[in-house]
């Protein structure tokens, strides 16, 4: 089942009128209803450096808090869960009005998360759904069901521009403990099992399962020691057409693997825009990556925090994302697959990418 649901415009209008009516009143949190001024102190918790998107995200939500007036508490949890845990209980005692929290693992953290609650605080779920828990308000994100469908198709119209099928492919997932992790493959897996059932895709590993594709914490080191092994015991004579990778992180590593046992390089999916990625998508060795503009996700939750300050209900744009215990109100970005052909396109306002690009 997917992960979120996206209303219809009558559920919404209906939904519209019964929160104006009683409903997110109720709900809402005492710092949601007399909002907060300036000096404020705002938590964000982001987990460890794993991609230049979060080490971009900690810079702009200090800059960006500081500059609406807020006093930004930024950290990073690099030891883990437990650390970021404490992080959030020390940021709670500190006495923040507001917690944006990207999770190292969602659903490790119903304690801290109850704490919150009891002390008044608003809870942003950023980029990671926090789950199994009651004691989350909101949730800022791109629809990650659709990044795994675009990186389905990517895999099968890059294989298809080279040649016909059938095609040998392998499957790369996230971390399980990361909750966007599933999600992605299963969005993935809602284009790529249609084809694996007609015969069009061959997985020759047989490993088409999460549990078998995950990669614990989205580590370089796991997935490329996962594809040595799998070329090492598949792929002796049988040709890799193409390979599913959920980040630009993995993808890379699976590149490293596939060209340090000396084979062609197959089709690798991507997501996050990273520079490495999208100097190697302009080189031909990485097929895809997904746009996901951390400074508009970034913007999107700040001005949750200001709609907040101010007194008022955040905006969501009719969605809502179930954590296994709730329906939590949801703004969903729009993901943008990104290949050689539309790079320019797509990084025209990025400085930096755009430069990379021409």
């Known amino acids: 089942m997917r992960k979120f649901a996206k209303t219809l415009a009558v559920a919404a209008?209906?939904?519209a009128l019964s929160l104006s009516a009683c409903g997110r009143a109720e709900e809402s949190t005492e710092s949601e209803a007399a909002g907060f001024g300036e000096g404020t102190k705002i938590g964000v918790s982001l987990p460890q450096k794993t991609s230049e998107n979060w080490v971009l995200a900690?810079?702009?939500?200090?800059?960006s808090l500081t500059e609406a007036g807020y006093e930004p508490q930024v950290q990073f949890a690099n030891g883990g869960a437990s650390e970021q845990q404490n992080q959030i209980s020390a940021m709670i005692t500190n006495g923040v009005e507001v917690l944006v929290i990207g999770a190292v693992d969602g659903s490790q953290l119903g304690t801290q998360l109850q704490e919150a609650k009891d002390a008044g605080i608003t809870v942003i779920a950023y980029d990671r759904l926090l789950t199994n828990t009651e004691n989350v308000d909101y949730y800022a994100a791109y629809d990650n069901y659709t990044v795994g469908t675009l990186q389905g198709q990517a895999l099968l119209e890059g294989m298809a521009a080279q040649g016909e099928g059938p095609y040998n492919?392998?499957?790369?997932?996230?971390?399980?403990?990361?909750?966007?992790?599933?999600?992605f493959f299963e969005g993935a897996m809602s284009v790529l099992q249609p084809e694996i059932d007609n015969g069009n895709l061959v997985v020759v590993s047989g490993?088409?399962?999460?549990?078998?594709?995950?990669?614990?914490?989205?580590?370089?080191?796991?997935?490329?020691?996962?594809?040595?092994?799998?070329?090492?015991?598949n792929y002796?004579?049988?040709?890799?057409?193409?390979?599913?990778?959920?980040?630009?992180?993995?993808?890379?590593?699976?590149?490293?693997s596939v060209e340090s046992a000396g084979k062609p390089l197959p089709i690798v999916t991507g997501q996050d825009s990273e520079v490495e990625s999208v100097k190697l998508i302009m080189d031909g060795k990485q097929?895809?990556?997904?746009?996901?503009?951390?400074?508009?996700?970034?913007?999107?939750?700040i001005d949750m925090v200001k709609s907040?300050?101010?007194?008022?209900?955040?905006e969501t744009n009719n969605n809502e994302s179930n954590n296994g215990v709730k329906d939590?109100?949801?703004?969903?970005?729009?993901?943008?697959?990104?290949?050689?052909?539309?790079a320019v396109e797509s990084y025209a306002n990025d400085p930096t990418l755009s430069a990379l690009v021409k």
């Open 58 to 63: 900690e810079g702009l939500f200090n800059d």
């Open 169 to 183: 492919v392998e499957l790369f997932a996230g971390s399980p403990d990361d909750a966007n992790a599933p999600v």
């Open 328 to 342: 939590v109100p949801a703004y969903l970005l729009e993901p943008v697959i990104v290949t050689k052909e539309n």
């Open 207 to 233: 490993q088409t399962e999460f549990g078998n594709a995950s990669t614990q914490g989205w580590k370089a080191e796991n997935a490329q020691t996962r594809m040595d092994a799998l070329l090492s015991a």
């Open 287 to 301: 097929y895809s990556t997904i746009n996901k503009d951390t400074r508009a996700l970034v913007a999107r939750s």
């Open 308 to 314: 907040l300050g101010a007194g008022e209900e955040p």
């Open 236 to 256: 002796a004579t049988a040709e890799l057409d193409g390979v599913l990778s959920p980040n630009d992180t993995l993808a890379r590593a699976i590149l490293t």
């Open 13 to 15: 209008t209906v939904t």
